[in-house]
Nanobody, 120 residues
Framework: QVQLVESGGGLVQAGGSLRLSCAAS????????WAWYRQAPGKEREQVAR???????NYADSVRGRFTISRDNSQNTVDLQMDNLKPEDTAVYYC??????????????WGQGTQVTVSS
């Protein structure tokens, strides 16, 4: 079974920056894609950024130009650099991975979530 463990997050003033990290542990063949999601109170979970194995990334319109997703294939980690944060970025952030297991089956685990709060 694969586990994703997140770190980072916290409280920051508007205009500030935070960096989230997520690491995968366990036995698996490869991680095809990583994604970061967020869920604000009373709202549905939304994808904010996704990156595939060749490094190609895409972003939600609301964060494009402010957030940067990156991955380290050798360490099985993904980061989300968040700059120029806004109060509307306040949410619980989750990492998610599309993983190919040793038997070629697939798992899509989630991290435990980390709170990001942006004050105005």
């Amino acid at each position: 079974q694969v586990q994703l463990v997140e770190s980072g997050g916290g409280l920051v003033q508007a205009g500030g920056s935070l960096r989230l990290s997520c690491a995968a542990s366990g036995s698996f063949r490869t991680i095809r894609a990583w994604a970061w999601y967020r869920q604000a109170p009373g709202k549905e979970r939304e994808q904010v950024a996704r990156i595939i194995s060749n490094g190609a990334a895409n972003y939600a319109d609301s964060v494009r130009g402010r957030f940067t997703i990156s991955r380290d294939n050798s360490q099985n980690t993904v980061d989300l650099q968040m700059d120029n944060l806004k109060p509307e970025d306040t949410a619980v952030y989750y990492c998610n991975a599309h993983i190919i297991m040793m038997g070629l089956d697939r798992e899509d685990p989630w991290g435990q979530g980390t709170q990001v709060t942006v004050s105005s």
